[in-house]
């Protein structure tokens, strides 16, 4: 990497030798002026307005003129005579949090490499002292015949500085603002947010220069006497009115975009249906078929209960069958009650028991506890 400039980082007391190098490049295609007709380039002489003659450089000075017309000679003589302290040195002025730089300052970028073993040391002593601190260090330098404002920071091992514009040189936003009172509502802001996050982050590295490429391509299918193919310009959409419209639109075609669909999905709970279940309990927990359901089981039990009693009865009557065959009968509803879990079953089967509860008969009784318990 070539250095366009050699001097030294003034800190304090300390001086670091450095060299100055560009820390970008210029990858736009330039283009000669031509004669149409035989090819051959384009000159620009210097020619004097007064006697049309051609003036070579070693008569050509420069000069200011000031508002009313008047030229003042200056040559290089006069400038060099003027005092610089910064000719072959960066002077740090002081140390600023990098936010306190405004990003409309910045103008170029430049690296400064450590310009010799010796200056190894302080350089790297530099380095990490403003990696440490969090803050960039603002300095006075010269180039070019000019003074300029630079910023150091550190970018990974190496020390950078960017040219920054002059305080006064950085206009006032005043009169770009839109005039009129314009207000921005919630329903346009969220689906400004819900674009944002559709077209997610930008990788800086996928970006290029589709211009370049193509003048690139068009440059070589000359060179290269291929014909040369215009593609067709996409036609633009018509233009939306809306503002709520235009969002929406964009919202979609970035979904699309990412393989996503374009429409917004409503999502919706889904819940259980069974219904009775031993997890669940009391209808708050069941929904509304479930609440449906509940009157005919409940309307079941106790048609179940009913025909249990009116079974007791008759072999209560006719005496010749043991109550020990009557509990089988009575076990059948006993099962079904766990699943049911009516209330109505379970007065019936009470109701059982009592009347069960009268027979002097032993067993009969053991026959109704289980009946009551069950």
Same mark, same amino acid.
């Given at each position: ?8 980082? $003034? ?11 560009? /820390? ?7 283009? @000669? ?17 007064l006697d049309e003659e051609e003036v070579p450089a070693s008569e050509t000075v420069k000069a200011y003129e000031d508002a009313d017309g008047t030229v003042i000679p200056v +040559? ?35 690296? %400064? ?15 990490? /002292? %403003? ?7 603002? /300095?006075?330098?010269?180039?070019? =015949? ?5 910023? *150091? ?10 040219? %920054? ?23 346009? %802001? ?7 996050? +559709? ?12 211009? @370049? ?8 299918? &000359? ?23 235009? *969002? ?13 669909? =374009? ?21 708050? $927990? ?5 609440? &449906?359901?509940?009157?005919? !089981?409940?309307?079941? =039990? ?12 008759? =072999? ?6 043991? +109550? ?20 109505? !079953?379970?007065?019936?089967? &009470? ?5 069960? +509860?009268? &027979? ?10 289980? @009946?009551? $318990?069950?």
């Amino acid at each position: 990497m070539r250095s366009i400039w050699n001097g030294s980082i $003034s800190f304090g007391l300390v001086s670091i030798p450095v060299k100055l190098m560009n /820390a970008t490049e210029n990858h736009s295609i330039s283009f @000669r002026q031509i004669h149409l007709s035989d090819g051959g380039r384009i000159r620009y002489r210097k020619v004097c307005e007064l006697d049309e003659e051609e003036v070579p450089a070693s008569e050509t000075v420069k000069a200011y003129e000031d508002a009313d017309g008047t030229v003042i000679p200056v +040559t290089d003589e006069d400038l060099a005579s003027l005092p610089l302290p910064t000719a072959r040195t960066i002077e740090i002025e002081g140390f600023v949090p990098a936010s306190a730089v405004d990003p409309l300052q910045l103008d170029s970028a430049y690296y %400064l490499s450590a310009n010799g073993v010796p200056a190894a040391k302080p350089y790297a002593l530099l380095r990490e /002292a %403003l990696r440490r601190s969090g803050k960039v260090a603002v /300095a006075k330098y010269a180039l070019r =015949g000019r003074e300029r404002l630079g910023m *150091l920071r550190v970018v990974d091992d190496v020390i950078a500085m960017h040219g %920054l514009l002059w305080p006064d040189e950085i206009r006032t936003p005043e009169g770009v603002a839109p005039d009129s009172d314009v207000r921005v509502r919630d329903a346009e %802001l969220d689906l400004a947010d819900a674009l944002m996050n +559709t077209l997610g982050d930008a990788d800086l590295e996928t970006l290029h220069d589709d211009y @370049r490429e193509a003048v690139e391509e068009l440059v070589a299918a &000359k060179a290269a006497g291929e014909p040369v193919t215009e593609e067709a310009a996409e036609e633009p959409e018509g233009k939306v009115l809306d503002l709520m419209a235009a *969002l929406e639109s964009s919202v979609r075609a970035a979904k699309e975009s990412q393989g996503e669909d =374009g429409e917004v999905a409503d999502v919706h709970h889904i819940g259980s249906g069974r219904s009775g279940g031993p997890k669940q309990s009391g209808a708050a $927990s069941q929904g509304a078929p479930a609440k &449906k359901a509940a009157p005919k !089981k409940a309307a079941a =039990g106790r048609a179940s209960a009913g025909k249990a009693a009116a079974k007791e009865p008759a =072999g209560k009557q006719a005496g010749k069958k043991p +109550t020990a065959e009557k509990a089988p009968t009575k076990k059948p509803a006993a099962k079904k009650a766990p699943t049911k879990k009516s209330t109505a !079953k379970k007065s019936t089967a &009470k109701k059982s028991a009592t009347k069960a +509860t009268a &027979k002097p008969a032993a067993k009969t009784a053991r026959g109704a506890r289980k @009946r009551t $318990s069950a």
